[in-house]
T-cell receptor, first 112, second 111 residues
């Protein structure tokens, strides 16, 4: 079974703090993704990575950065958290031979 | 520009009846489509998919139909069960790594 884990289920941070969200997958997948989910807006892609040290901007990269130093780990960084970044953050991974993405349980981030 | 749209935010059906969830897309480059189900406080899980070379794919109680000329796909669940109550997302791929998701439809199946 593919397992995608995220470092925290719930996180509360203050405005202006630097926030790190970690994601680890155990299936040796080449591709990893960060989404945010907001009511009525679905899943919006923030960044993705198709290989170690490689990254591509998604649809809403502003205010975020990412790091992929190892194949199994993909980190999302909020350089200076703002209240409009309060959201559910979902990490996913996918192998090159399949369209299907496997998701982690999500991190509910609240910025106050 | 919302390339994948699910126009119904919610749907309520009786247990045992058919649930039909709809999805429209605008990008003619999309060639593979997926449906995901999401329970609260969990990540989405893959349900069923269809390639653009087909017009129907079936897996147990779940069937996905694709109408390429109308750029429309639908997910049929028969018979619906209370455990099917969840948010359903359709997603599309134009090749490459990424998927484009719709807004989601909250399905409630009443006992």
């Amino acid at each position: 079974d593919v397992k995608v884990t995220q470092s925290s289920r719930y996180l509360v941070k203050r405005t202006g703090e630097k926030v790190f969200l970690e994601c680890v997958q155990d299936m040796d997948h080449e591709n990893m993704f960060w989404y945010r989910q907001d009511p009525g807006l679905g899943l919006r892609l923030i960044y993705f990575s198709y290989d170690v040290k490689m990254k591509e901007k998604g649809d809403i990269p502003e205010g975020y950065s990412v790091s992929r130093e190892k194949k199994e780990r993909f980190s999302l960084i909020l350089e200076s958290a703002s209240t409009n970044q309060t959201s559910m953050y979902l990490c996913a991974s996918r192998g090159d031979s399949s369209y299907e993405q496997y998701f982690g349980p999500g991190t509910r981030l609240t910025v106050t | 520009d919302q390339q994948v749209k699910q126009n119904s935010p919610s749907l309520s059906v009786q247990e045992g009846r058919i649930s039909i969830l709809n999805c429209d897309y605008t990008n003619s480059m999309f060639d593979y489509f997926l449906w995901y189900k999401k329970y609260p406080a969990e990540g989405p899980t893959f349900l069923i998919s269809i390639s653009s070379i087909k017009d129907k794919n079936e897996d147990g109680r779940f069937t996905v139909f694709l109408n390429k000329s109308a750029k429309h796909l639908s997910l049929h669940i028969v018979p619906s069960q209370p455990g099917d109550s969840a948010v359903y997302f359709c997603a599309a791929s134009a090749g490459g790594s990424r998927l484009t998701f719709g807004e989601g439809t909250q399905l409630t199946v009443n006992p």
